[in-house]
């Protein structure tokens, strides 16, 4: 069984490593978030902004070119028709409400391609909350037009100029202001990172994806249950909200990619299973890359939402007792996936994304296989990096 | 008997504790520095075990633990400076570090490789009280290591008093909401939990960190607790010394004077 112990664990991974001072903000929030999320009035506003807001049931679409180019039945789960392009915006509208019935009126978010921080900054703009977003320099720098977008929607952009200036930066920087400003501010992570509650409180608002695609699949394939689901990985929000319904009915093969930057022998990857060992990193016991000595290594993929460090100690549990199979997919490759999917269904992905898409020619599988690919973000905010690689 | 206690038997007002990294300015300074904080006047001396993601730390911290890094510093590197140590410096060492290098090493490796250099106490910000219970106290305490909470004024007065039945040595009160370095001067906010948790009477002594960096911080500190702690005003004062020694001996006078 996957399943949280009450200490905050999926087997070794997990727990709360978090300085002293963090304390109550982490215990008010794991005392309150299952209570909380369990109240009629929760759900309620919870299900009506993700109908009316974000636009749910985002489509199961049958993608018929791509199935009948690999060789089996391959649906996508258009998470990219979410408002604000990705689905980082399940998990925003449900903490922003938690925070609300928290009592908090400031909000700060970390981000990498810069997708959670917007869909951050629009639930902010929505409930008129203050709000911050800490993106590494380089970040802001890649992915500049999230950053406009930031801006617009009323939000701060604050660069973390440490390290490589990239996603684990801005969330130690995150962490850091949240210590300064611990009793009015929520700190909104944006994946299954980071202490006890937040890696299950984040898969739980973004289940919705995997209990749609059970009813959706019922509908068009007469069960709930495909053979594959594919989702890439970088912290693994949008792999958790795929894989949660089906984490326990083992016959559903479940494959998360991560990226493998220029290789997984290069020295500039991200691929945190092969490279990565146990230790701590963000609050959490989970895999993560480090020197011999446990210090952080900078990880490397073209794709700044998978250019992380670590991975969601769920995941490491998954890879851990053999449950999730994990591929890695190299910059290159994942290019040419998002222009094959460009071409094949009219569907730019986000690069990110691009990555899950590849997988399909590393993976085994015959011919009748109901395979579901979690498209999890439009790569409009990606034009920039696919002009630069220029390969169409 | 641990130094740490046998300090605070003795003294129990103004005890100054001066926080550095170590491989900070250079690699091999850690010696130096420590001598002269010594012979400077200071009480304890918290060595800061660099780490990539100091997240409790402000840039002061953050930039001396990346200078450290690239001079080639590590938890094994240090041991090796430490070795030494006891024979030039008496007074009580405290290790000041995130608990994944720690990890790496090896918990048990590492608490009996301090106290085999002399190493007298520990302060890990990110290990939380429950893992130190489960998995962690009975190894510190078979090498007689002394383990420092920190506590904010945020912490309620339920988990101080559970803080102080698990600490030895002494608490770490941090002086606001606040990464280290963010803070200058004492407000009467500050005071006010100060002399909250003053009035609780707790078993270990007390002292305040954070926003700690002269003359009349620290005496302010001392008044509510039993002394007070020094980071990043240490750090920038030995930043672009020329002079070690005689830096750091004119900087602690300063203080205690």
Known sequence: MIKIDE??????????????????????????????????????????????????????????????????????????LCHTGAHKVNNTVGQIIMAKKLGKKRIIAETGAGQHG????????????????????VDIQRQRPNVERMKILGAKVVPATSGSQTLKDATNEAMRQWINNPVDTHYIIGSVVGPHPYPEMVARFQSVISEEIKWQLKEKEGTEYPDLVIACVGGGSNAAGAFYHYYNVPQVRLVAVEAAGLGVTSGKSAATTVLGTSGILHGSKTLLMQTEDGQVVEPHSISAGLDYPGIGPVHAHLFDIGRAEFVAVEDEDAMKAGIELSRTEGIIPAIETAHAIHALNLIEYSKDDVIVINLSGRGDKDLDTYIKWGGY | MNRIDKLFQSKKERVLSIYFTAGFPKLEDTLTIMQAIESAGADIIEVGVPYSDPIADGPTIQDSNQIALDNGMSLKKLFEQLQEMRQSVSLPVVLMGYLNPIIQYGMEAFCKKCQEVGVDGLILPDLPMQQYLDEFKEVFDKYDLCNTFLISPQTSEKRILEIDTHSNGFIYMVSAHSITGARTGISEEQIAYFQRVESMNLKNPRLIGFGISDSETFTTASKYGNGAIIGSAFIKKIKDSQDLKSDIETYIQSVIH
Do not use: W
């Open chain 1, 118 to 137: 917007v869909a951050t900054a629009t639930v902010c703009a929505l409930m008129g909350m203050d709000c911050t977003i800490y993106m590494g320099a």
């Open chain 1, 7 to 80: 200490k905050g664990f999926y087997g070794k991974f997990g727990g709360a490593y978090i300085p002293e001072m963090l304390h109550p903000n982490i215990e008010e929030l794991r005392e309150n978030y299952e209570q909380i999320m369990a109240t009629p009035e929760f759900q309620k506003e919870f299900r009506s902004l993700l109908k009316d807001f974000v636009g749910r049931p985002t489509p199961l679409y049958f993608a018929s070119r791509l199935s009948e180019k690999y060789g089996a039945k391959i649906y996508l789960k258009r998470e990219d």
